[in-house]
């Protein structure tokens, strides 16, 4: 357990010290509930009590992923590097996305599965709500039964449809191992969007995301939308990791 907890503080101590300010920049506004730092970012939790969280949220994907095939991993380390520190690589893009640009502090999860990327962003971002956006049942009643452990005051959780989520309530729209970006799932990723929001898709490597946008250029003109490539590494992983940020103008 110690092991573990150890692992999990010296990646988020990483990712932590990268630099917060690969979002565009602006000038610094904190949003309303105050939840920005004297660096102008969003707060993030301490490290080890970050750290002692995630580790209790690796215990209930374990304990659920016999029966309800939450991950692939076959070991703890490779659920903590693969799943939650691949989830938290853009922490510190999200926190000055949402401070510097005065987006509001609420993300939409969409597609959340087992709360990748939603519980590991909103155990390090106790001060931005979430919304986990998940069909399944069953993953649903994991979802519950974690936020209600841990315990996650900030999430809320939907039982829908992205489709049928209510429209026009997030600041950003995250989504990680779901549908590959089409014209159709942009546009319904669209209408989640608060003014002012953006969509942060996790992708892998630069050459598939260039192939994966191409199709999309005439819904982005359209929208009035830019798109951009962020590199996301994640601690301990040699794959290539980038977030792709989509914004309307």
């Known amino acids: 357990m ?13 990712l932590l010290e990268g630099s917060p300010s690969t979002a565009p920049s602006a000038p610094c506004v904190a949003p309303a509930n105050d939840v920005t730092g004297a660096d102008g970012a969003v707060l993030a939790r301490p490290p080890r009590e970050l750290a ?21 991993a076959k070991s703890r380390q490779e659920l ?9 690589a853009p922490l510190n893009i ?14 939409a999860d969409v597609g959340s599965g087992a709360g990748l990327p939603g519980i590991p962003l909103a155990l ?19 979802l519950r039964n974690t936020a209600a452990v841990l315990p996650l005051p900030n999430v809320e959780i939907l039982e829908t449809e992205m489709e ?10 995250c989504f990680r191992a779901f ?30 995301i260039d192939a994966e946008m191409s199709p999309l250029l005439p819904v982005l003109a359209q929208q009035n939308a830019k798109w951009s ?10 794959d290539e990791r980038n977030l792709v940020l989509i914004r309307r103008l």
């Not at 215990?59 to 939450?70: H, K, Q, R, T, V």
């Not at 390090?124 to 994991?142: D, Q, T, Y």
């Not at 490539?229 to 040699?238: A, G, K, N």
């Open 52 to 72: 002692a969280l995630l580790s209790r949220y690796c215990d209930e994907i374990e304990l659920f992923n016999p029966a309800y095939g939450l991950t692939a």
């Open 2 to 14: 110690r092991l573990c907890v150890d692992f999990l503080e010296e990646g988020v101590q990483r």
């Open 164 to 173: 049928k989520a209510p429209p026009a309530t997030a600041g950003v729209v």
């Open 229 to 238: 490539i962020v590199p996301c590494p994640v601690p301990f992983l040699e």
């Open 80 to 88: 903590i590097i693969k799943h939650i520190l691949d989830s938290l």
């Open 124 to 142: 390090a971002l106790p001060g931005v709500s979430f919304s986990l956006i998940e069909r399944m049942g069953r993953r649903v009643g994991f």
């Open 179 to 208: 549908h590959p970006l089409t014209p159709k799932i942009l546009k319904k990723l669209f209408r989640l969007l608060k003014p002012n929001a953006c969509i942060a898709a996790y992708k892998g490597r630069r050459e598939a």
């Open 94 to 107: 999200i926190r000055r996305l949402i401070a510097e640009d005065s987006i509001p502090p609420c993300i």
